[in-house]
């Protein structure tokens, strides 16, 4: 059973080898209700990889993730129904329309009236109009925010992202900074992984700078932009 | 409708819409399946080797290669957009999702049997007609067991760069012992033997089936997980 005093997602001394390769280095992440960390760093800093192992789908090498007071690598597969991962890739089938994508994802988590829950999550993200349209047919743009409904259909409490503003124009950009926003006063966690600052600067409630594997800096509140950018720069030339 | 049958039943569902919708798996089966039979067709010689003697290998081989073809697919499914993640990340066993994926195989090479079957009676002039329901029965005994292996075995070699080439090479042994029972089935089936000789070798594919389809649901979870 979850605990209900836990945090939503812990993460206690997470490491990642590839080979010989130190893909992450004992970082710790702690996201409790309402909170919202985003994880910064340059290419290769080991942002995916975290992002992947706070969902389940990297195994560390050493560390753990507990999510709401229970071992993710627990063989019971309910302890994974509070996280919901928009990730680079969509999760989509090109061959079928978004609504059926959305569709079969709403069996597999099993909710009521999965077509209904399709059509529902789709509005939510203004792709009503698309419903019909293989996904092959989609934009980018298009396909993210679907895979961004896919993501929140089942209402996952922890959402973790992969560089979700990726190929977005900025009304979409702007609804996933309101989707965060309002999910956060409702008291769900987040973990966004992101390059673009502005769009995540003002809706963190913590931040966390990745360089090589490791934690370089940890703040909450984060600072300001225009006192972080400055030192972020010195370490990228380091 | 448990939660267990529901992940399968999308899962199987999902895969046969998109198979109907682009007919890439079971087309290209169908296609090597009729090659197959022709080119064994005119490659024999009748004068040397009886058909009732070629007869049941030759089908056995088509059979066993277009489904080959077919599982190849079941998983590259899934490569696209990284959606066996999606999969895995949902909270669902990871046994539902091999048996919905052993299902919409089991449908696939099914199908692919069912276009292959009238093309041997064709080229090969074998009268099956009389013995048709013992064949359709011997075919569904022996199709569980290579696929249900061929499943996992795709799963497996799907994240490989060589899918293509390691899914026969892993597959192929495990192949053998429901191929010999089904040839010998079938050798004896067409040559009118009682049921009594038979008996043996359909309990052994019954036997096969069980193990492993249960050994398959059992391991699925360690293939598929990183």
Known sequence: MPRADAPLLEAHGLERRFGNTRAVRGVDVTVGSGDLVAVFGPNGAGKTTLLRMLGGLVRPTSGQVVVKGRDLKSTDPEVRRPIGLLSHQSFLYDDLTASENLAFAARIYGLAEPPAAALEALADVGLEHKAHEPVRSLSRGMVQRVALARALMAHPEILLLDEPFTGLDAPAARHIQDVLARRRSEGHGAVVVSHQFAEVWDIASHMVVMIEGAVVMRESPPPSLGAFLPEYESWLRE | MSSWLRVAAAVAGK?????????????????????????????????????????????????????????????????ENAALEGLLLAPVPRSAIYVGKLISNLAFVGMVEAVALPLFVLFFNVPVWGVLPGLLGLMVLATIGFVAVGTVFSAMTVRTRFS????????LPFMVPPLIGAVQTTTRLLAGRPLSEMIGWLRILALYDVVFITLCVLIFPAVVDE
């Open chain 2, 15 to 79: 895969d046969i819409v998109i198979e109907v919708r682009t007919k890439t798996a079971i087309l290209s089966a169908v296609v090597f399946a009729a090659l197959v039979l022709i080119v064994f067709n005119f490659a024999r010689d009748a004068s040397l080797v009886s058909t009732t003697e070629l007869a049941p290998s030759v089908l056995w081989i088509t059979f066993a290669f277009a489904g080959m073809i077919t599982l190849n697919r079941g998983f590259n499914l899934e490569k």
């Open chain 2, 164 to 171: 293509e080439l390691m899914l026969p090479m892993l597959l």
